[in-house]
């Protein structure tokens, strides 16, 4: 099976994208699917920088072990991954404006669309916000995770 490349941004790459990197990952390897994953942020405000010890403390509650460090969303990008994920929609337009060519800009998503029936069309940013604000990523993280999993073995199967 081939390995599919995905790679999840958000603005500040340490709270949302980071999460979605660990939760997608662990979920994709737990289910047998083949993945190469990664995250970025639309800015370089923390490059260098581990995750939000607040992420990073509510994902490890659920399981989740957060490493990533953050860095800043490059053009080589758009080659070397095939799903270019946007936590929300400013992240998504920041995303498609990069983008000079079709096979690019088709490349970008929305993580909304794995997360439609939760009421919700982005993943929250919840860096300004309390506690409930991480959970609630993960919640979202998580559904979206599984349904993105579920599309991913239903392509495979049907070629
Ligand atoms: P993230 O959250 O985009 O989910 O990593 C943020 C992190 C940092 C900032 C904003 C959002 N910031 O303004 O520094």
Do not use: Q
């Not at 994709?28 to 990664?38: I, N, Q, R, W």
């Amino acid at each position: 099976m081939e390995t599919k490349r995905i790679l999840f941004v958000c603005l500040g790459n340490i709270c949302r994208s980071p999460a979605a990197e660990t939760i997608f990952g662990k979920l994709a390897s737990e289910s047998g699917l083949t993945v190469k994953v990664d995250s970025a942020g639309t800015s370089g405000w923390h490059e260098g920088e581990k995750a939000d010890p607040r992420m990073r403390h509510f994902a490890k509650e659920r399981g989740y072990n957060i490493t990533s460090i953050a860095r800043k969303f490059r053009p080589t990008d758009f080659d070397d991954f095939d799903m270019i994920i946007a936590m929300d929609d400013s992240n998504y337009e920041h995303l498609i404006n990069l983008a000079n060519n079709s096979g690019h800009k088709n490349k970008v998503s929305r993580m909304a669309e794995y997360i439609r029936e939760k009421g919700f069309n982005e993943i929250p940013d919840p860096y300004y916000g309390g506690d409930e604000g991480f959970t609630l990523v993960i919640d979202l993280l998580e559904y979206g995770s599984k349904k993105l999993i579920a599309d991913l073995k239903k392509k495979t199967n049907d070629k």
